[in-house]
């Protein structure tokens, strides 16, 4: 897969036969603007050194790559985490949403607006709108707001305008579908910044470009670190784009197997999980085209997910080419399993973990029992500042993992 990076996407934005921008004419128009600022704007010194300011001096780059000692004696194996929650705002998103909101004020724009479950990239993008002096509207899902309750005290605080999503299920495919809405009221002076490596082009592109720099770090940092690269490497699934930041530094390394982890909840019946790359069939959500979970009409089917930021019935079109060309293979980690990972990583490392990354951690632990002389590095996308309420108010501290 030599110069991956520039061979995909085509100039469509299809990633093979998924991804393109099925859009409205009028949308169209302003996502050819945005391309088009883009690939002009990134390849320029002043938004390339700027950028790498940022990510320097506000983000706190280069996040470390830590060996887990304890939980690797427990689990055997060698288990080290790539450690994005220690980057500015807890979690990867700032990478693209410094990103995005740096592309915005060069293009001219007064406002930006997202969509969010977890609430990671809300405070991300409401954390870069500040920095950069821009409005900011975030869209949650209902069910998500009062989940995660602490991110969105966390937006509120940076200035950003939460919008609750009151329609379907109320979590993150209605928070997107409302922001959607939102943006076509004024796509002239807003930019919508798509919080995963999904939606239409150049999106995937864009936030998969961004993301990069995560791939980029781990890669040099654990060749430094163990005079190798890792045996796997691994990380949770939803729309993506953790995975793809950490996966495009690997993929051209034929000898590292990448393992991307989907949430398979409480079971797999639907609607009970959110396992679209592993489940899903070929149709166009949101602009793109993808794996998607379905009901017995064709339309997108009721997800669920402990995890917040991966209840959605699709994925990015990039993680869908990726699982046809087996360069990935797309595996499922349960609400259990993540739980068992998220005590444990607390109690064996000093690290409280989101649950989303919770995911890739508890492939992570079964990984390390079942290769006991291989590493993998887990790309540990976020703390779980914002999960701990919810985990102990429903599930308790954990003491039965370590009774």
């Known amino acids: ?34 391309r088009d600022a883009y690939f002009k704007i ?31 004696e427990a ?5 080290y985490l790539k450690r994005e929650d220690l980057n500015h705002s807890g979690a990867h998103k700032l990478n693209h949403c410094m990103g995005e909101v740096l592309l915005a004020k060069y293009m001219g724009k007064k406002k930006v607006i997202a969509e969010t479950g977890a609430g990671q990239h809300g405070v991300a993008l ?29 937006m509120k605080l940076l200035g950003a305008n939460v919008i609750p999503a009151t329609q379907g299920q109320k979590t993150l495919k209605e928070a997107v579908d409302s922001a959607f809405e939102a943006y076509l009221k004024d796509p002239v002076n807003t930019l919508y910044c798509i919080g995963s490596v999904m939606g239409p082009h150049p999106f995937p ?22 005079g190798e690269l890792p045996d796997a490497v691994t990380a949770c699934v939803g729309g993506g784009s953790n995975a793809m930041g950490i996966f495009s530094g690997f993929i051209q390394d034929e000898d590292v197997a990448l393992f991307g982890v989907e949430p398979s909840g409480r079971s797999l019946k639907l609607g009970d999980h959110a396992c679209s790359l592993s489940y899903g069939k070929e149709g166009v959500l949101h602009g793109m085209r993808t794996y998607l979970l379905t009901d017995e009409k064709g339309n997108p089917a009721p997800v669920y997910s402990i995890a917040s ?57 079964k990984y390390a029992k079942e290769n006991p002389q291989k590493s993998i590095l887990v790309n540990l996308s976020g703390r779980g500042d914002k999960d701990i309420d919810f985990v102990v108010d429903n599930y308790g501290t954990g003491d039965e993992y370590f009774n």
Not at 131 to 154: Q, S, T
Request: glycine share 8%; net charge negative.
């Open 1 to 34: 897969m030599k110069d991956y990076l520039k061979q995909y996407p085509d100039e469509k934005g299809f990633f093979g036969k998924w991804g393109g921008s099925f859009v409205s004419e009028e949308l169209q128009a302003e996502m050819n603007r945005i």
């Open 42 to 72: 990134s390849k320029s010194h002043d938004f390339i050194n700027e950028l790498r300011s940022i990510r320097k001096h506000f983000q706190g780059r280069p996040t470390p790559v830590y060996y887990c000692k304890r939980l690797s």
């Open 75 to 79: 689990c055997g194996g060698r288990i």
């Open 126 to 154: 409401a954390t870069a709108a500040a920095y950069f002096g821009l409005e900011c509207d975030i869209h949650m899902g209902e069910v998500d707001i009062a989940k995660e309750h602490p991110n969105v005290v966390r």
């Open 205 to 226: 592109m864009m936030v998969r470009d961004f993301q990069h720099i995560v791939g980029v770090e781990a890669r040099e940092q654990f060749l430094e670190m163990t």
């Open 309 to 365: 930021g991966l209840d959605y019935p699709g994925s990015g079109p990039e993680h869908c080419m990726l699982k046809d060309k087996g360069r990935v293979t797309y595996t499922t980690a349960n609400d259990k399993e993540c739980l068992e990972a998220f005590y444990k990583l607390c109690r064996y490392e000093g690290i409280i973990p989101a649950l989303e990354s919770s995911h890739a951690v508890a492939f992570a632990m």
